[in-house]
């Protein structure tokens, strides 16, 4: 869904300007407040790259699949405010029972990667492949995606993949079919199929608005073909940021998530999920140096924890994941008192049929893995 669909399904239920003016220590007493109040009716799972003034009040912290497996494991809150961006409440939404209602703070915060492939250009794109390579492509998607994507995959017998599971996911992929539609985000889906071996010159690209496939070689060569499609965040850090770090300092360490892009990753000391990233600064000796190829918040977290390390971002002139930054602290207030009001805001709720196929895609990765 669209950020404009995304406003207009709210049906003009926004924030008041008011609540911009509070001071934070009220704004913070009031949520404490309303926490307390509510107690385990009130779940509050926040992202990784969620600012500092949100996550402090968040119940669960991880990435968008594990915290929508930890809400659904939640049988207890009536209510769960998912503080990430829209696909992530989505998931919850579905995964979650019915009578528990998930609300995002702000539904202005979507990603722009998930808005990088729509149904309309998917169904196009599912047309167009169908007739040039036959019944011999299974969709996967990232879970960087909208439930309706995630609903194709599992409708085509396909899966929906994480970070951490992709290369799994893949060689489960390629026994089931000739080759892989990865949607949306390229990056990861040609740094994960270069892994298993599959060499560049067998992935194509699909260009979802000038419907167009960019390939120069012959096309029963094709294993993979890569949606158009990234993380805004990710692709930001270059091979000159790795070049100015190491010339800068030959013995740091560049780590960096593999939503970056492959020259980046290849020149990359290690890659992987944010839990990879998390966990590889987490055991390193005291003293080890870093630069961190991910979302800011993230990093200057990870920079708060390990003092005994040198730690930095890959990219100096950084800034954190803008939508996902949309969720703050006035939000936050707001979000919990409509609850407390019995006029909750922001309420996601998946379309049943949708719904079916999605989590269908995402119990097919999670059988797999």
Not at 82 to 87: A, E, K, S
Request: proline share 4%.
């Amino acid at each position: 869904m669209s950020i404009v669909n995304l406003i207009n399904h709210t049906n003009g239920s926004m924030m008041p300007e008011y609540y911009k003016k509070l001071a934070e220590e009220d704004m913070k007493e009031r949520i404490r407040r309303i926490k307390k109040k509510y107690g385990e009716k009130l779940f509050i799972p926040g992202h990784h790259y969620q600012k500092d003034e949100v996550i402090q009040f968040a119940d669960a912290t991880g990435d968008s699949l594990q915290l929508a497996q930890v809400a659904q494991q939640n049988k207890k809150a009536e209510y769960i405010v998912f503080c990430g961006v829209h696909f992530m409440a989505e998931t919850a939404d579905m995964l979650t029972a019915k009578e528990q209602v998930v609300v995002l703070p702000d539904m202005r915060a979507g990603c722009s990667m998930a808005d990088m492939a729509n149904m309309r250009q998917t169904n196009r794109a599912w047309e167009e492949l169908t007739k040039r390579f036959g019944d011999t492509i299974i969709p996967l998607t990232y879970v960087n995606s909208t439930a309706e994507i995630k609903a194709f995959t599992g409708r085509n017998g396909g899966a929906a993949v994480t970070s951490s599971n992709a290369k799994h996911i893949l060689t489960w992929a390629l026994t089931q079919k000739e080759r892989i539609l990865f949607l949306p985000d390229q990056h990861l889906g040609r740094n994960t199929a270069y892994d298993l071996g599959i060499p560049l010159s067998r992935m194509a690209v699909w260009d979802p608005i000038e419907e167009e496939l960019l390939y120069d070689g012959d096309l029963q060569d094709v294993k993979v073909i890569l949606w158009k499609g990234h993380c805004s965040v990710h692709e930001k850090f270059t091979v000159s940021n790795i070049k100015n770090v190491k010339e800068r300092d030959p013995g740091i360490n560049v780590i960096v998530h593999p939503e970056c892009t492959h020259e980046v990753v290849m020149l990359s000391d290690f890659s992987g999920s944010t839990k990879k990233i998390i966990d590889t600064i987490s055991k390193a000796e005291p003293g080890s140096k870093w630069a961190i190829g991910t979302e800011m918040n993230l990093v200057q977290r990870i920079i708060k924890r390990h003092p005994d390390k040198q730690i930095e971002s890959l990219n100096p002139d950084m800034c954190p994941c803008l939508t996902m930054n949309r969720i703050d602290l006035p939000h936050l207030l707001w979000s919990l008192e409509q609850i407390d009001k019995g006029e909750p805001a922001g309420v996601i709720k998946v379309e049943e049929a949708v719904a079916k196929d999605a989590v269908a895609s995402l119990n097919r990765m999670l059988g797999i893995s």
